[in-house]
């Protein structure tokens, strides 16, 4: 059975915005879909326990709005946040599903929306932002999405995050990247490269923030319980070895490396 996993490649987004590009695999239908994000993840570099695998739908009448391009990109209008969020939400598959049980086999990889509601240091709700529109280098409006802490007592509630939307057709929304200003790091979902650092916010990083790194690359805070980029409890939690498949993972990266240095030329 052979499943098109769609996931964006930011290592190509100087050139054309933020590229979609299609892992295509062909696997048994009774493989779960977990299986199937760690296969998809390990291909392209990507960190497992922040990853989602979402499926595309047909848009609600209230999603409409996000996702239909305007003839004049100044007439574009973002209204609140929530109906974005409910958007990932109802997108999410689960993994226990199996691959047959699919309604579709062209699916998308997001980071998941699910850790990002809850704050790394202490717990509670996150609170975000309405969202407002950027345009990258695509010329395609994009969202993005400032979001804190709302626990007036966590140390975390100044701080300033924000996640990007990407769109990608007219169903299939992704979240692409994660950004902190405290620690200076930007994510884009690779599990091989840190964070990258801001150039133009000129935020220095508070002496709270000066801890060792998750193994994802990130700086946390000296007392968060959860790595606020890759979500592990703990921070330098090491990786789980890899998982048994009846697949060869290797030549799976192989592949997706030639797909990549073919976009590039």
Same mark, same amino acid.
């Given at each position: 059975?052979?499943?098109?996993?769609?996931?964006?490649?930011?290592?190509?987004?100087?050139?054309?915005?933020?590229?979609?590009?299609?892992? *295509?695999?062909?696997? =048994?239908? /009774? +493989?779960? #879909? @977990?299986? &199937?994000?760690?296969?998809?993840?390990?291909? $392209?570099?990507? %960190?497992?326990?922040m990853m989602v695998l979402t499926t595309p739908k047909?848009?609600?009448?209230?999603?409409?709005?996000?996702?239909?391009?305007?003839?004049?990109?100044?007439?574009?209008?973002?209204?609140?946040?929530?109906?974005?969020?409910?958007?990932?939400? *109802?997108?999410?598959? =689960?993994? /226990? +599903?199996? #691959? @047959?049980? &699919?309604?579709?086999?062209?699916?998308?990889? $997001?980071?998941? %929306?699910?850790?990002?509601?809850?704050?790394?240091?202490?717990?509670?709700?996150?609170?975000?932002?309405?969202?407002?529109?950027?345009?990258?280098?695509?010329?395609?409006?994009?969202?993005?999405?400032?979001?804190?802490?709302?626990?007036?007592?966590?140390?975390?509630?100044?701080?300033?995050k924000k996640f990007d939307i990407r769109f990608c057709?007219?169903?299939?929304?992704?979240?692409?990247?994660?950004?902190?200003?405290?620690?200076?790091?930007?994510?884009?979902?690779?599990?091989?490269?840190?964070?990258?650092?801001?150039?133009?916010?000129?935020?220095?990083?508070?002496?709270?923030?000066?801890?060792?790194?998750?193994?994802?690359?990130?700086?946390?805070?000296?007392?968060?319980?959860?790595?606020?980029?890759?979500?592990?409890?703990?921070?330098?939690?090491?990786?789980?070895?890899?998982?048994?498949?009846?697949?060869?993972?290797?030549?799976?990266?192989?592949?997706?490396?030639?797909?990549?240095?073919?976009?590039?030329?």
């Amino acid at each position: 059975m052979k499943v098109t996993i769609h996931y964006f490649a930011e290592a190509l987004a100087d050139l054309w915005g933020t590229p979609i590009v299609p892992i *295509r695999i062909d696997v =048994s239908p /009774s +493989l779960d #879909v @977990g299986a &199937l994000k760690y296969m998809a993840c390990y291909a $392209s570099d990507l %960190i497992e326990d922040m990853m989602v695998l979402t499926t595309p739908k047909k848009l609600a009448p209230e999603e409409a709005h996000y996702i239909k391009l305007p003839t004049s990109l100044s007439k574009l209008t973002v209204g609140s946040t929530q109906g974005l969020v409910d958007m990932f939400s *109802r997108r999410r598959l =689960s993994e /226990s +599903l199996k #691959v @047959g049980e &699919l309604e579709t086999h062209s699916l998308g990889m $997001s980071i998941d %929306i699910n850790w990002l509601r809850r704050c790394p240091v202490c717990g509670q709700q996150n609170r975000f932002s309405d969202p407002r529109r950027v345009v990258g280098c695509d010329n395609i409006p994009d969202l993005d999405v400032d979001y804190a802490c709302s626990n007036s007592k966590c140390n975390e509630r100044s701080v300033r995050k924000k996640f990007d939307i990407r769109f990608c057709g007219q169903e299939l929304p992704l979240i692409t990247a994660v950004s902190n200003a405290a620690s200076c790091a930007q994510l884009y979902g690779s599990k091989t490269d840190p964070p990258g650092q801001y150039q133009d916010w000129g935020a220095e990083v508070p002496e709270l923030y000066k801890s060792e790194h998750c193994c994802c690359g990130a700086i946390n805070p000296t007392d968060a319980h959860y790595c606020w980029n890759c979500g592990k409890k703990n921070k330098n939690v090491q990786p789980e070895p890899p998982m048994s498949l009846p697949y060869d993972l290797d030549a799976l990266r192989k592949r997706v490396r030639h797909l990549l240095r073919r976009a590039r030329s």
